[in-house]
């Protein structure tokens, strides 16, 4: 589970900057490693998973396939909390919609989503959306769970215990990291993501010139 000492935003790897830099609403967006949309936290459950793939536990390299095996994990985790969720399925429209700021906002085949209904029409909310970073042999996870009265943060533990029940991999026991592993995290990510130059990057490759 990743904690925040305030409410924040991060946005996408490949969000353009321009489209956050103006926004009055955004409070000091950070760019994440992972792509995707940008996530308001604070009123979410935000959690990472860091694993070998292939792997017996994520076998198939391709994107669609680490993304649907998360997704079944996260759905089958909240069934208690949410009745009904289920991955959206369909076609992806990422490339269409790279001007939309919010992550909820965003349709993507294995977003998260439960009915509710809106005046005499059905609809689809948006519950919990998944954004990956791969490595040679291994893979970054980031997955975001929209919060509401059925899921306050005491439920946090079980949730994530839930998944990784349904991951198959569950460990001995649920911990906190110690003082100096949350001192090297820190140290670790302000040295390579804690810049104005990583925050204002286009996209790989590419950087634009902070202001």
């Known amino acids: 589970r990743?904690?925040?000492?305030?409410?924040?935003?991060?946005?996408?790897?490949?969000?353009?900057?321009?489209?956050?830099?103006?926004?009055?609403?955004?409070?000091?967006?950070?760019?994440?490693?992972?792509?995707?949309?940008?996530?308001?936290?604070?009123?979410?459950?935000?959690?990472?998973?860091?694993?070998?793939?292939?792997?017996?536990?994520?076998?198939?390299?391709?994107?669609r396939a680490i993304a649907e095996?998360?997704?079944?994990?996260?759905?089958?985790?909240l069934t208690a909390y949410f009745p009904g969720i289920r991955s959206r399925d369909g076609a992806c429209e990422e490339r269409s919609q790279r001007t939309i700021l919010d992550c909820f906002e965003r349709h993507t085949p294995t977003d998260l989503v439960v009915d509710t209904e809106s005046g005499a029409t059905e609809e689809l909310r948006k519950i919990a959306g998944i954004a990956l970073h791969r490595r040679r042999d291994r893979i970054l996870i980031q997955a975001s769970i929209a919060r509401s009265d059925a899921l306050p943060t005491q439920r946090d533990r079980e949730v994530l215990s839930a998944i990784a029940h349904a991951l198959g991999a569950l460990p001995e026991t649920l911990g906190d990291l110690s003082e100096f592993e949350e001192e090297q995290s820190w140290r670790l990510a302000e040295r390579r993501y804690g810049s104005a130059l990583w925050n204002h990057r286009i996209r790989s490759g590419e950087t634009a010139t902070p202001r």
């Open 69 to 77: 095996r998360m997704a079944g994990a996260i759905a089958e985790a």
């Open 2 to 63: 990743t904690a925040w000492v305030e409410p924040s935003v991060t946005i996408g790897r490949f969000q353009p900057w321009t489209l956050v830099e103006h926004g009055g609403e955004w409070r000091a967006p950070v760019r994440r490693i992972t792509g995707g949309g940008a996530i308001f936290h604070g009123d979410d459950l935000t959690l990472a998973l860091v694993a070998p793939c292939p792997s017996p536990l994520f076998p198939s390299r391709a994107p």
